[in-house]
């Protein structure tokens, strides 16, 4: 089989990070407002505190990553950095309104940040042109029967 040359790096969309840039810098606004004009109030403190919620959403947003190399997915997330090797992959699972989970050879699922659309098909892609006999694993059509609809 040959290469597989789709897209390979996954990460949240430019216009994810404005709505999340966009809505912190509101509520900050808000906060300083507030506090300029009536000093610490429950308005000015939730304001603060759901800025403080914008500034992780954006810290999230930059870390998020999935990449796909020759020899193994890696995820990165506030977490840390793992890797599945390719050989271990048996399915891709994903619908709408569910984070893409993958299925390993040891029967474990694993959610995969959300980073945009088609990173599933974009896996199911990369473990077809790799030389792993495991995606067809029969177990996963067994499992994929059985989620939840």
């Known amino acids: 089989m040959g290469a597989y040359q789709g897209r390979r790096d996954f990460r949240a969309g430019r216009g994810v990070m404005l709505v999340v840039v966009l809505s912190t810098m509101l509520t900050a606004t808000g906060a ?5 004009e009536r000093g610490w109030n429950w308005v000015s403190v939730g304001l603060a505190c759901m800025t403080v919620l914008g500034l992780a959403g954006i810290l999230e947003t930059l870390v998020f990553r999935v990449q796909l190399t020759d020899e193994a997915l890696f995820v990165t997330d ?14 891709v699972y994903e619908a709408k ?7 390993l050879s ?12 088609s990173l599933g098909n974009s896996i199911r892609a990369w473990v077809k042109h790799s030389s792993t006999p495991s995606y067809l694993d029969p ?11």
Not at 97 to 103: A, E, K, R, Y
Not at 106 to 117: E, N
């Open 32 to 36: 300083v407002m507030t506090y300029r």
């Open 78 to 91: 506030l977490r840390g950095r793992r890797s599945y090797p390719v050989t271990d992959i048996a399915g």
């Open 97 to 103: 309104g569910v984070p893409t989970t993958l299925l």
């Open 106 to 117: 040891g029967g474990r699922r694993v959610s995969l940040p959300p980073v945009g659309s």
């Open 139 to 149: 177990r996963w059509f067994d499992l994929a029967r059985q989620a939840p609809r």
